[in-house]
């Protein structure tokens, strides 16, 4: 089982749709897919149509008193199972600071399922938090879209410097351009020269599109309702890049 | 998962969507939609000729769609036990030994089931299975219904009602219980009884489990007539001897021609042992047409049990290596394969043609004209005598007796499990269990005893015709002597087990459980005296 991590400290730079759309991509290529839907906003949730609301709440899942197998709810797509979020996630940090070894948490939750799925994205909110650092010492590939502007550069930067920190496990960062405006020279430029520099950025771009804005209209990832369109195609690529990285197999 | 069945002749015109868009709402929070492209797939469900599988609760199908061929083995509730895809083009053809799926998961669990019995195809269908989808007020797909529209193509074209499987998207149980539940409201769908399989038998009058020759399936009153009753019996075994005639000639496994020889054999026995029974000189005539049918099959089926044994052989050399017996194991396909087509030559000679044509025709003649003696009588008569000889036989035996009166007791043995058998539907089924439980662990000791006895006169024989043909390496020699002191040792054994086996079944307790079968007060006090 390989965990991916959709992370960013900043908001709206594109990790829902890139855990919605890789998470598709990847059961569409036959791997058995859970997308943990981390964010209180429920974004990932609702693109599904599944509402942002786990039984009992998250709480119980945070403790272990409630096993995470009876809140997963199937997708309308084959092989690709949601773990909602939940408007208690909105606490998980006091939650995760009352379990034990906390920063482990969320690898101790997810390790049950590994003869379950083969993929698992976590979506994660903006944040640098202690989920944050369960979410690092959990994920096998670390996705981290970025704005190509000089600033995002540098947080990637205190990103990685943050995680040479850690003992054990760390995972792969594999970061990207997200939302790249054509019309901005800024854009282009970074976008074009940082990739070609920097081992930990991924060849590829998504651009800003007007069809990815379009995911919110039609409940579904643009790979599912837009196969053939520029956007479904960078993520296509996005998504072979990611898994040759994450060394997914079969 | 929950199935139902389109009943009625009308099952293929009925516009299943409408019907559950216009009936199954849940009060209007719920919408149906069409779940893509309808697809077909020719299904072929496999199990051993004695439905070994079905009887341990699996179904196998082998399902081909756009090309890909897949094995799905599932369990008594339905549920994926494991599936193989097959190699296109590479797949088994059918029948076929379990040894020739490809190694995994569902071969491991269909092998200790089906044994040495080769996997056939039972029936075949073609299946157009159209999906929709239950939306909740989020367009969210909660449950999913496949309508399956299949039609049988073998053993012969049938039509079969639509079949409905109604899923539930993970996390979504509760919703589609009352979807379920509203769907059998439907006027004209109702809960499926039984799985496809059976429901693609029953299309054809065919029911799994079926099998001819079944003794237990002959059901006998006690007071019926005996000469009408040991008609009914040896139908059953004429009708066991047929059907496993084709898979005898077509070699598609062993047990074929085992079940055949047991078939013929209690035909024979009932002959010698009930034959006064029968109208006069009826036993007397085919007596020797099926003794030369036994005769037949006995070349064959003795290099098979040398064969099927031959893994358990070679693993027990101690000095030679199981690659020094190859050229023997070489002999033994070939002169196996010589007598197999003597013996399909027998199974479609006009001699064999013209016995089962008899036989039948002279058994249907039996009549009910003679009502004494009661089958339930003759039985008990029959039972009781067969007990004592067995009983005689097996006191005859010393240390010094030689191995031929442990056969001779060991034929008196089988007699006398075939009278328990044929008649078994006279008694208690737990009583019977109970009253051969000793018997069978005899037989099993004089069975082991007297292979063994066969086997080493066998070896031999094959050493000295192997030593004509002057190719065969010493290497050989040694190891095929090493078999024949593992199974002189098998054999002592054997031997030294007996008095054990033989004083279990002598004794009292023993011989009374066998006694109670032969009085004919309890289950057997409505017959009529003899």
Redesign the interface.
């Known amino acids: 089982m390989k965990i991916f991590a959709t992370y960013n400290i900043k908001g709206g730079v594109g990790k829902t749709a890139t855990a919605v759309n890789l998470g598709y991509l990847a059961a569409r290529d036959g791997y058995r897919v859970l997308l943990w839907d981390l964010d209180p906003q429920g974004a990932a949730s609702y693109l599904f149509r599944i509402k942002p609301r786990v039984k009992g709440g998250g709480k119980g899942l945070i403790k272990g008193t409630k096993s995470i197998d009876s809140a997963i709810k199937g997708t309308d797509f084959d092989r690709l199972e949601l773990l909602p979020a939940d408007f208690t996630y909105r606490n998980l940090d006091l939650l995760l600071d009352a379990a034990k070894r906390p920063a482990r948490r969320l690898a101790a939750l997810l390790a049950p399922l590994k003869d379950e799925y083969d993929v698992v994205f976590l979506d994660c909110p903006p944040s640098i938090s202690l989920l944050s650092e369960s979410v690092l010492h959990a994920a096998d590939l670390l996705l981290v879209p970025l704005i190509p502007t000089t600033l995002s550069v540098r947080t990637l930067d205190q990103l990685t410097e943050f995680m040479a920190g850690f003992n054990g496990h760390r995972p792969d960062v594999l970061a990207f351009f997200s939302m790249v405006d054509r019309r901005k020279r800024l854009h282009t430029q970074i976008a074009a020269d940082l990739p070609a520099q920097r081992p930990d950025f991924a060849a590829t771009a998504i651009p800003a599109l007007s069809v990815i804005e379009q995911m919110a209209v039609q409940r579904a990832p643009v790979t599912a309702f837009s196969p053939r369109s520029q956007a479904a195609r960078q993520y296509g690529q996005l998504w072979q890049e990611a898994r040759e990285r994450a060394g997914l197999t079969g | 998962m929950r199935e139902f069945v389109v009943d009625g002749e009308a099952s293929a015109d009925t516009d299943v969507p409408a019907a559950l868009a216009g009936s199954v709402t849940l009060n209007g929070s719920l919408a149906w939609a069409n779940g893509g492209r309808t697809r077909t797939s020719r299904r072929n469900w496999l199990d051993t000729f004695d439905w070994r599988l079905y009887r341990a609760g699996l179904t196998l199908e082998q399902a081909a769609a756009r090309g890909r061929i897949e094995l799905l083995l599932t369990g008594r509730d339905g549920n994926l036990l494991a599936s193989e895809v097959l190699a296109a083009g590479r797949g088994p053809h059918w029948p076929s030994l379990v040894s020739q799926l490809p190694a995994g998961p569902l071969r491991e669990l269909v092998e200790p089931v089906a044994g040495v019995r080769a996997l056939g195809p039972v029936v075949r269908a073609s299946s157009k299975v159209a999906q929709l989808?239950a939306m909740n007020d989020?367009?969210?797909?909660v449950a999913r219904l496949d309508i399956d529209r299949m039609s049988v193509t073998f053993p012969e074209p049938a039509a079969v009602p639509a079949r409905l499987t109604l899923t539930p998207?993970?996390?979504?149980a509760g919703v589609t219980d009352r979807i379920g539940w509203a769907i059998t409201e439907v006027p004209g769908i109702n809960a499926a009884r039984g799985s496809a399989l059976e429901t693609a038998l029953t299309a054809v009058g065919l029911r799994a489990g079926d099998l001819a020759g079944k003794t237990t399936a002959v059901q006998l009153s006690p007071s019926m007539p005996a000469a009408a009753a040991l008609a009914t019996l040896l139908t059953a075994q004429l009708d066991a001897i047929e059907a496993n005639v084709p898979g005898t000639i077509r070699d598609i496994d062993t047990e074929f021609l085992h079940d055949l020889r047991i078939a013929v054999r209690r035909t024979r026995s009932v002959m010698k042992l009930c034959g006064r029974a029968l109208p006069a000189g009826l036993a007397s005539e085919f007596r020797p047409e099926f003794r030369w049918l036994g005769d037949l099959t006995t070349p064959t089926r003795d290099l098979d049990v040398y064969l099927l044994g031959y893994g358990r052989m070679t693993a027990g050399l101690v000095a030679a290596a199981p690659a020094d017996l190859s050229p023997f194991h070489d002999y033994l396909m070939r002169s196996r394969a010589a007598q197999h087509r003597r013996l399909a030559a027998g199974l479609r000679s006009a001699r064999f043609a013209r016995l089962t044509t008899r036989w039948r025709a002279a058994l249907k003649e039996i009549g009910s004209a003679r009502k004494r003696p009661t089958v339930a009588r003759l039985a008990a008569a029959r039972i009781s005598t067969a007990q004592r000889r067995a009983l005689q036989a097996g006191q005859l035996i010393s240390a010094a007796s030689p191995a031929e009166n442990l056969h001779e007791l060991r034929k008196r043995c089988k007699e006398l499990r075939y009278l328990v058998e044929m008649f078994g539907s006279l008694h208690d089924p737990a009583q019977r269990w109970q009253a051969v439980r000793e018997l069978k662990a005899l037989q099993d000791c004089l069975g082991a005893f007297q292979d063994a006895e066969v086997q080493r006169g066998e070896i031999r024989g094959f050493a000295s015709q192997l030593l004509s043909d002057r190719r065969v390496p010493a290497e050989t020699l040694l190891a095929m002597g090493e078999i024949a002191a593992g199974l002189a040792v098998a054999q002592r054994e054997a031997r030294r087990e007996f008095d054990g086996r033989f004083a279990d079944f002598a004794s009292p307790a023993s011989q009374a459980r066998l006694t109670a079968l032969t009085r004919t007060d309890g289950r057997t006090r409505a017959a009529g005296g003899a």
């Not at chain 2, 998207?169 to 979504?172: A, D, E, F, K, L």
């Open positions: 989808r989020d367009a969210k797909t998207v993970r996390g979504y």
